[in-house]
């Protein structure tokens, strides 16, 4: 661990706490100071309980799963920010600011703006619908793709330079009528569906997550519906290629299927794809009464027993031992020569350093 905003804490094993004392010079980005109240309510807006012990000392409860201390506090959903009347953006405790920029049409719809009229601003582009390749002949200095198209593009031009992202994605199929997964013959199909998909893919590879959730007493009731008494749709997010390439793929091979031969077999030879809208797709998903879901879940998480209970709340029939691990997806970083340096996450999150970014604004 290394200080943000608190400048020293303690990991009270007797007591089951951690202590955190801010810093005397924590601040939120227009300059007011920033408290221990402040602190715990951001926390509870993430469902974290905590309590101040003064205006610089928060105490926060130790988990029951020790494994997750102190990796926890570095999710970003955790951030400590204030919710101010008006305004569409929280006030943060980072150097940066959100600005919009009212040019949304154009694909240019925010940017991270730092304290003073001098000081340079990062513009973030929206790059859906448009060919990213154009973006970096219009001039971006840094591109996360996934397109192979893209990455090839960007290396035969000398002014740009690529990073393989850690793998972030995993695809996964779901059913209501899943059976426990055998990680046997999922692995012989993963290798069998790479090449269904445009994006950076491999066979997903374990240990996954939400297998490993022995420490947090959630309790899934046994599968028991009947694969053939489910309407025979294979759904999709519509505009995720990724989700409706594997989708084909998995019905070419469901009907090329013996029975028994394995997961993909109980999907029948009379299964059709169907890709929806997002709004249609969240609520199919959630209700569970269709053959077979295909959609994306995060390859690393910071707690799994929370991730595992915000995967309950968006598909509450879902038992994780019957998730069956397609293939796994990342990303490509691309930067262009003499922009300042930055540094890649553990799950794939870019981080910019803003004192880099000040001393480039000077040169």
């Not at 690529?162 to 793998?167: C, D, E, Q, R, S």
């Not at 490993?212 to 009947?226: A, K, N, Q």
């Not at 490509?332 to 004192?355: K, N």
Request: glycine share 10%; aromatic share 8%.
């Amino acid at each position: 661990m290394y200080r943000g905003l608190a400048e020293s804490w303690t990991r009270d094993t007797v007591e089951q706490k951690w202590v955190f004392v801010l810093r005397s010079d924590a601040r939120f980005w227009n300059g007011t100071r920033l408290t221990a109240e402040d602190v715990v309510a951001s926390l509870a807006r993430e469902g974290v309980w905590s309590a101040s012990l003064g205006p610089t000392q928060v105490l926060v409860p130790l988990e029951d799963a020790p494994a997750l201390e102190p990796v926890r506090f570095a999710d970003p959903r955790l951030a400590v920010s204030r919710q101010v009347a008006g305004h569409t953006w929280p006030l943060g405790t980072g150097a940066f600011r959100p600005e919009s920029t009212g040019a949304a049409d154009h694909g240019r719809g925010l940017a991270l703006v730092r304290d003073g009229p001098a000081e340079p601003a990062v513009e973030i582009i929206q790059g859906q619908g448009r060919d990213a390749r154009d973006l970096l002949d219009s001039g971006v200095d840094i591109l996360i793709t996934s397109e192979p198209a893209v990455t090839e593009y960007a290396t035969s031009l000398p002014e740009f330079s690529t990073v393989a992202l850690p793998w972030t994605s995993t695809y996964v199929w779901a059913s209501p009528a899943a059976a426990p997964v055998d990680s046997a013959s999922t692995g012989v199909l993963g290798g069998q569906l790479r090449d269904a998909v445009l994006a950076e893919s491999r066979a997903a590879a374990a240990p996954f997550w939400w297998q490993e959730l022995g420490e947090c007493g959630m309790e899934y009731p046994p599968t028991s519906v009947d694969p053939r008494t489910l309407p025979s749709r294979l759904v999709t997010l519509g505009r995720d290629l990724t989700a409706t390439g594997l989708a084909a793929r998995l019905i070419v091979l469901a009907r090329s299927s013996r029975p028994g031969t394995g997961p993909v077999a109980s999907l029948g030879p009379d299964v059709v794809a169907a890709p929806l809208g997002p709004t249609e797709f969240d609520g199919v998903l959630s209700a569970g009464r269709d053959r077979g879901y295909v959609f994306p879940v995060p390859r690393a998480v910071y707690q799994p027993c929370r991730a595992a209970a915000a995967l309950h709340d968006k598909v509450p029939w879902l038992d994780p031992g019957t998730i069956v691990p397609l293939v796994d997806t990342r990303g490509r970083l691309v930067v262009r020569s003499g922009v300042p340096l930055m540094a890649v996450d553990w799950d794939g999150t870019v981080r910019l350093d803003h004192r880099m970014f000040s001393e480039a604004g000077r040169e």
